[in-house]
Nanobody, 115 residues
């Protein structure tokens, strides 16, 4: 079992930055993949960014060049640096981990960018 706890969300003006953190309850070194997803009101949850064991990353088109996912294995933590935030980035952001055929989710952290 793996617990994931997100932090770092909040209210920020358009153009601002936030850094989300996802702390895992155990070592993430061997996790197949970790990622950030988001869900806006009335919309389906969507993938934002993922990072695999090799360090390779992928981003949804709408955040490319603005968001950066990274992982610190020593701290069992994954980060999402979000720059140039837009109102359409407003959502609950969830941390995700995929390990040995199991998928784990955090409870989410709210990010609000007023228009």
């Amino acid at each position: 079992q793996v617990q994931l706890v997100e932090s770092g969300g909040g209210l920020v003006q358009a153009g601002g930055s936030l850094r989300l953190s996802c702390a895992a309850s155990r070592s993430i070194f061997s996790f197949n993949a970790m990622g950030w997803y988001r869900q806006a009101p009335g919309k389906q949850r969507e993938v934002v960014a993922t990072i695999v064991t090799s360090g390779n990353t992928n981003y949804t088109d709408s955040v490319k060049g603005r968001f950066t996912i990274s992982r610190d294995n020593a701290k069992n933590t994954v980060y999402l640096q979000m720059n140039s935030l837009k109102p359409e980035d407003t959502a609950v952001y969830y941390c995700n981990a995929f390990h040995r055929a199991y998928t784990y989710w955090g409870r989410g952290t709210q990010v609000t960018v007023p228009s």
